[in-house]
């Protein structure tokens, strides 16, 4: 059960002001329906289930960034109160290799979350299980670890490093971009870097796992239970069925909780070995090193452009950080190839291998970095050319996607620089540097814009009318804050037409019916699609025993059709009974109508859903068809940069952005603040900071390792300019989670610039650069 | 110097949300830990261990306190209020509570209790008279979602129904 359920039962709203019928439609403002259990203490996240006989482990990390473990000495943690297990790579089960997240079989017979060869510092290479968690960390502090260590490449700019890959499949090219450089009036180039961000959410990364003979339940909070269900099912040779997945709330993901990591093998495994459920929570220095987050990247851009401001060549070229022994590539041109109208254009990337874990998705990966790139150096060329930056965008808008010659499916960033630049003012900006100030503080406005493609994919859903009337949703998808919970009630509420109070959302068990991942901003279009479908057949169903049971009160009547709104069923012409839903299933003695719908393709097999819920091979190009299918935005961004300490702090913040139709703006317009507050932090405060000695992260914590306070950010007004798009998604929204920090850092930066005359491209923006 | 070889217990007394808790465990068990994993009261959240995040804010006698850098047994005898102590018996929301869920000042939820306990303090401290003033004495807790705006408003709001 999930936790919110109670809500009925035993919480009021003290203040009733918030909410009234409409909110429950799509596209109104609800508030979270699992905000009652989660401002209460009631709700239960995935690791805080209290089972009989848990045991506690701690995994115990390499001090070196790179060499071998030459030897681990166990005894003294053996002999620790309360140790009932210490693993090593010697001693943990054999696991057998998993297939990746494309559901390309495994490279390796069995796979060692356990290493004997380090090739980052923090790699887990021991654990320790115990009675209570005091016990596991005393003794883990016991585990002697002796290595062989080599020089190790620290990062991107250690000698070492070289220039790394070439990744053929990142080239893009049309028209001729260096012969148009060449000749291009006015020429730009510049090299933009961005450094190891995390996505530190606030629940750390944990599990409980428990094996009930070859069954298997781990709960572990996860933005993707079908494709980690089938993780565990492959290391652990048990059929896909056996593994039950459980995640009912998520303390937060950005992209860092779609894949079953090490830590969890090791669980799971220790679960099994011990015939006890077994809980692991990494520590908050260990969420550094135990998965990886956004790469360093660098990027050098160079446009040619005409004296009218006209863009004639853009050629780019990228970098970004990947680990020894694994393969991330952020994909550094998503932004610079398609913003704007460019006639010749270049892009090629490589990957450089360093000690490091394997750097994952942290919150828009390529797009963010890719358009701290593209629209800082637009904002370079508008200041060359004595042309506004909001103006310049607009000189060069792109009308069409120049990268595929495709029509945008819709494209409101037109729309988004209009309302932006009217809320916040922007036409008293004085084009100056160092032109406007307050007292001491040095004032700049900057602009920048975003943009995020609209991925694809399948869901399924189940809805269900009960014998009370009310309404139930399932499916394994999950709700990590950005609402699916509110939103799916919406969409069935809506579709059925029942009050949302009415309807209770399951979400967060591997045991509904299936959902891809929570990731690249696709869930909420997924999900209200598959919901939508269920429900409307539900609701046929409905419709259609009301008129041909011969029990119903509508028999009579021999209706085509019936209206079903607010819970209760009347004719169309309103000239016949009006009952309840919960009195039509009486009357017809039915005690559920159940449909379940998804949205995949016409004749999929089985294998194929298995194939699309376990795997991410499946997502539909956001440029397939006729369309090229985005969410944008635009950011307007004052800062106050202290002219004599050079401490920069953003001021205001408004932003417009076209997510397409809302299907609740309030939830979006929370997810938009926190994208751009998450684009503050990336822009002043967060970077991963290496021991050049040691090869390791030394800010590996919440104090150290700034994120923005509340004391940090400004008041921030966020403008909607969607309008449905139904190429994008059934119900006409596009990706909003991903969308609103894409922009922020090059807005700041920009902004700053303006204020003080310096361009900082080396995030994040800190005073040591600015005196 | 501790000794390793042995683990010793204690008994303890607790009085969290008005109710009296006996258990039995080790000087060394922070507050946080009893409550979470010997209690049953998970609406305390950890989300650092190191005093950082404010995830794990309750009330000791009436003054905001991270459980995490605090012992069980430092905390004996005091009256301790967490996040599920909030609420009225018959379930009705405090102000802070309702002004949340009112201003959607929260997403993923997680430090969203260690919030509310601290804008409960806040605002009792005499620390809500203006927005920057909220800001300031709200920066302990860290929001990775980003809900800060919304908190802003949610401890405006309450503080406003507090003092009326």
């Given amino acids: 059960m999930t936790a919110h359920n109670i809500r009925h039962a035993n919480t009021r709203h003290a203040d009733s002001r918030h909410g009234d019928a409409s909110d429950g439609a799509v596209g109104g403002r609800l508030s979270r329906v699992d905000g009652p259990a989660k401002i209460t203490g009631a709700a239960k996240y995935a690791f805080e289930q209290q089972l009989d006989g848990l045991a506690h482990a701690v995994m115990v990390e390499a001090t070196i960034a790179a060499g071998t473990v030459r030897a681990i000495d166990t005894r003294a943690a053996e002999t620790a109160p309360g140790v009932l297990l210490v693993l090593t790579p010697d001693t943990i089960m054999e696991i057998k290799g998993a297939s990746d997240w494309l559901g390309n079989p495994p490279t390796q017979k069995t796979y060692s979350p356990l290493a004997r060869t380090v090739t980052y510092s923090g790699q887990h290479i021991a654990a320790v299980v115990a009675e209570t968690f005091e016990q596991a960390v005393a003794a883990a502090a016991l585990v002697e670890v002796s290595y062989d260590e080599t020089p190790a490449i620290v990062d991107l700019s250690d000698p070492k490093a070289g220039d ?127 998965y990886g987050g956004r790469a360093a990247t660098r990027q050098t851009v160079t ?163 009960l014998a009370d009337g009310s309404v139930e949703v399932e499916s394994s998808s999950i709700d990590m804050g950005q609402g699916t919970y509110t939103i799916l009630a919406q969409t069935a509420a809506e579709t059925v037409g029942v009050p949302a109070d009415d309807v209770v959302v399951k979400l967060g068990d591997s045991r509904y019916p299936r959902a891809g991942v929570a990731g690249g901003s696709r869930l909420a279009g997924v999900m209200t699609g598959a919901v939508y479908k269920a429900a409307t057949s539900a609701l046929d169903q409905l419709v259609g025993l009301a008129i041909s049971d011969p029990r119903s009160p509508f028999h009579a009547l021999q209706a085509n059709t019936l209206v079903v709104a607010n ?40 294998e194929d859903r298995y194939k699309n819920y376990t795997t991410i091979a499946t997502s539909v190009p956001h440029t397939e068809g006729d369309y090229s299918r985005h969410s944008w935005c635009a950011h307007f961004i004052e800062v106050r940069v202290d002219e004599d300490f050079g401490t920069v702090r953003v001021s205001r913040v408004v932003s417009a952005l076209d997510s397409g139709r809302l299907y609740n703006p309030k939830l979006a317009e929370s997810q938009w603040k926190g994208g751009i507050i998450m684009g503050i932090g990336q822009a002043l405060l967060e970077e991963g900071i290496v021991d050049r000695r040691h090869g390791r992260i030394v800010n590996n914590n919440l104090a150290d390792y700034l994120v923005p306070t509340n004391a940090d950010i400004p008041d921030i007004e966020v403008i909607s300019v969607g309008i449905p798009d139904l190429h994008s998604s059934v119900l006409g929204g596009k990706g909003v989670g991903e969308l609103a920090i894409v922009g922020v850092a090059p807005a700041i930066a920009n902004a700053v610039f303006h204020a003080t005359g310096k361009r900082v491209r080396d995030l994040p923006i800190t005073l040591e650069k600015l005196i | 110097m501790i000794d390793q070889t042995k683990s010793t217990t204690i008994p303890l007394h607790l009085t969290i949300n008005g109710h009296r808790h006996e258990l039995e465990v080790e000087p060394r068990v922070t507050l946080l830990d009893a409550l979470r994993d010997r209690l049953d009261l998970t609406g305390t959240k950890k989300g650092c261990d190191h005093g950082q995040c404010g995830a794990c804010t309750v009330h000791v006698d009436g003054e905001r306190v991270l459980a995490c850098l605090t012992l069980a047994a430092q905390v004996e005898g005091r009256s301790i209020t967490t996040i599920e102590g909030l609420a009225g018996a018959d379930g009705t929301l405090s102000a802070v509570q309702a002004a949340f869920l009112e201003q959607d000042a929260f997403q993923c939820g997680y430090c969203t209790p260690g919030q509310i306990m601290s804008a409960v303090a806040c605002i009792r401290e005499g620390h809500a008279g203006s927005d920057e003033e909220i800001r300031e004495y709200m920066a302990g807790n860290l929001c990775r979602c980003g809900a800060y705006p919304n908190i802003v408003a949610a401890v405006r709001q309450a503080a406003l129904e507090v003092a009326s």
């Fill in chain 1, 164 to 290: 790394g890959i070439p990744i053929d499949a990142m080239t893009k090219e049309w028209g001729d971009a260096e012969a148009a450089f060449a000749a291009a009036p006015l020429r730009i180039c510049a090299a933009y870097n961005t450094q190891r961000e995390y996505q530190a959410a606030m629940e750390p990364h944990g599990l409980i796992a428990r094996w009930q003979g070859e069954e298997l339940t781990i709960w572990e909070p996860s933005q993707w239970l079908d494709g980690m269900a089938r993780t565990y099912a492959e290391w652990f040779g048990v059929p896909f069925e056996n593994v039950r997945l459980v995640s009912p709330y998520i303390g937060g993901g950005f992209g860092s909780k779609a894949l079953a990591l090490a830590h969890s093998a090791v669980a799971a495994a220790s679960a099994k070995m011990l015939g006890r459920p077994v809980k692991l929570v990494l520590t908050r220095p260990q969420n550094f090193t135990s």
């Fill in chain 1, 303 to 465: 446009i040619g452009a005409g004296r009218d401001g006209k863009i004639q060549s853009i050629v780019h070229r990228g970098v970004n950080e990947t680990a020894i022994d694994g393969m991330w590539v952020e994909p550094l041109a998503s932004v610079t190839s398609i913003m704007y109208a460019t006639p010749n254009f270049s892009s090629k990337q490589n990957v450089v291998r360093v000690n490091t874990v394997v750097p994952g998705a942290k919150r828009a990966p390529g797009e963010n970095p890719s358009a701290f790139g593209i629209e800082s150096a637009i904002d370079e060329l508008a200041h060359e050319l004595g042309i506004d930056p909001l103006e310049m965008r607009l000189i060069n808008y792109a009308e069409e996607d120049p990268e595929v010659n495709k029509p945008w499916s819709t494209r409101q960033l037109r729309e988004a620089f209009a309302a932006g630049a009217e809320r916040f003012g922007w036409a008293r900006r004085t084009p100056k540097p160092r032109s406007m100030r307050d007292g001491k503080q040095l004032i700049g406005w900057g602009v920048a814009a975003g943009t995020y493609p609209v991925r694809r994919a399948y869901g399924e859903a189940v809805v269900r009318i």
């Fill in chain 1, 567 to 606: 819970g209760r069923i009347t004719a169309p012409r309103g000239d016949g009974p009006d009952v309840s839903v919960a009195e039509l299933l009486a009357s017809v003695g039915r005690d559920r109508i159940e449909a379940t719908g998804d949205t995949m393709p016409a004749n999929s097999t089985a």
